[in-house]
C-alpha cells in the first residue's frame, strides 16, 4: 500500500493519487480490514493486479482500442488506460 501524507492509501504508486479508481480509502476512517474491502471491491484494481497489463492491453485491443505507442512503464499504461479509453470499454475488456 502507498499512503499520502493526506492519508489517502492506493494500491500502488504515489502516482495512483491522482486516480480516483485506485483509492483503496483514508487511514483515518479505515483500517486494514476495510481498506481490504474496498480493494477486493474495486473492479480496477482487482483486474490490474490479477489479469495484469498485457492481458488488459490485448483485450482492450480486441475491442478495438488504438494505443498510441509501445512503453514499459506499467504506470504510464495504467494512467493511460484510466484517462483515455472509455470506462464501459475498460469495464468489458476487464470482464466486469
Known amino acids: ?22 483509492s483503496m480509502g483514508n487511514v483515518k476512517i479505515g ?3 476495510g ?3 474496498n480493494v477486493r471491491q474495486n473492479n480496477i ?3 490490474i493486479f490479477n489479469l495484469g497489463s498485457a492481458r ?5 485491443i480486441k475491442n478495438g482500442v488504438k494505443f498510441p505507442g509501445k512503453t514499459s ?7 493511460y ?4 479509453v472509455p470506462r464501459d470499454m475498460l469495464l ?4 466486469k
Not at 2 to 22: H, I, Q, T, W, Y
Not at 73 to 79: G, R, S
Not at 92 to 95: D, E, H, R, V
Open 73 to 79: 512503464n506499467n504506470c504510464f499504461f495504467c494512467f
Open 56 to 60: 488488459i492491453r490485448n483485450r482492450l
Open 92 to 95: 468489458a475488456s476487464i470482464g
Open 31 to 33: 483500517r486494514g480490514a
Open 45 to 47: 484494481i482487482c483486474a
Open 1 to 22: 500500500f502507498f499512503v499520502e501524507s493526506s492519508c489517502e492509501v492506493n494500491s500502488c504508486c504515489g502516482d495512483a493519487s491522482e486516480l480516483d479508481e485506485l
Open 35 to 37: 481498506l481490504l474491502k
Open 81 to 84: 488506460i484510466l484517462k483515455k
